[in-house]
Structure formats: C-alpha cells, structure tokens
C-alpha cells in the first residue's frame, strides 16, 4: 500500500475531489488518497469535468463523509478551506477534521464563486483550483520524496 492522504473539506463536492484524484493520478500508485467532507454535498460534475480535461476519470466521485474514515490510519491529512490567505487550522471552528487527529496541513483556495456564476465561471475558477492543487501536489510530492515519509515541514514548503 502507498502513502495514505485524505483530503478533507466541508462538502467534498470539487476540490478535496480534485486533489483525491489528481494525487492518484501523478502519484502513479505511490500515493493511495480519498477525501471526505464534515458535511457532504452531491459531486460537482463541471469538477468532473475538469479533471476529464486531464484524461482522468472520476466518474465513480462520490461524497463521504469524515466519519467512513474514523480510526484509519493516515500518513497525511490535509485540509482543503475557503481562505486563500492563510492556514484555517485551529483559526476556524469549522475547519473539518478527524477526530482525535490533527491535520498537517491546510491548503487555501479562494471562495467558489456564488449560486448565480454562469457554468463558464465555475469551470473558470474549477481549471484554476485544479492547476493550483496540480502544482501544490508536485512540490509536495518532491518533500515527500526527499524526506522519505515526508514531515509537517514538508507539508508547509507545498502551502507556500
């Protein structure tokens, strides 16, 4: 088995997605990645979509909650917010988690635009969370490599 990475996120409907599928696509079955959200919401197919544009296919995406994943065993947790500005661990009461485990990381992404975006705007911001989690999971995946299991510092060196 590879390294074990949830992605959490409130709903698990499009970026914690794309990086579960993104990481076991450039990963090639290094990594062995999910995601689950606090409180799950349909998968977003223009998230879909995108990574369709990459020949990756994430058809069989579903939403799960963090619960399905109580009491397993991960190498990393990252958490996937709403703030671009700054690391949301232990900043924001919502900040999904694991119970009884700390994340070692937090990656930002500005807010998905509102209910009224066009389908163009979505897939706009969609194509850009996904060449940014694209290239945030190189570089980390570098850390990984260079530390051997990787550590909290290589987790900061991908936030930046």
């Avoid at 975006?117 to 694209?134: K, M, S, T």
Wanted: with cysteine; aromatic share 6%; charged share 25%.
């Amino acid at each position: 088995m590879g390294i074990r990475v949830i992605f959490l996120s409130r709903s698990n409907a499009a970026r914690s997605q794309i990086a579960e599928y993104l990481l076991n696509q450039v990963g090639h079955g290094r990594f062995d990645a999910v995601s689950a959200g606090s409180t799950p919401a349909p998968v977003n197919p223009l998230a879909l979509r995108v990574l369709d544009e990459l020949k990756i296919d994430a058809q069989d995406a579903v939403s799960k909650p963090i619960e399905l994943f109580e009491g397993e065993d991960f190498d990393f947790i990252i958490c996937i917010c709403d703030d671009s500005s700054a690391s949301c661990e232990g900043i924001k009461p919502d900040c999904p988690t694991l119970p009884g485990r700390k994340s070692q990381g937090c990656w930002g992404f500005n807010r998905m635009p509102d209910g009224d975006a066009d389908e163009a705007e979505v897939l706009l911001y969609l194509r850009g969370v996904r060449d940014q989690i694209a290239n945030r999971l190189r570089i980390w995946m570098a850390a990984v490599d260079k530390s051997g299991r990787g550590t909290s510092h290589s987790m900061e060196q991908a936030q930046a």
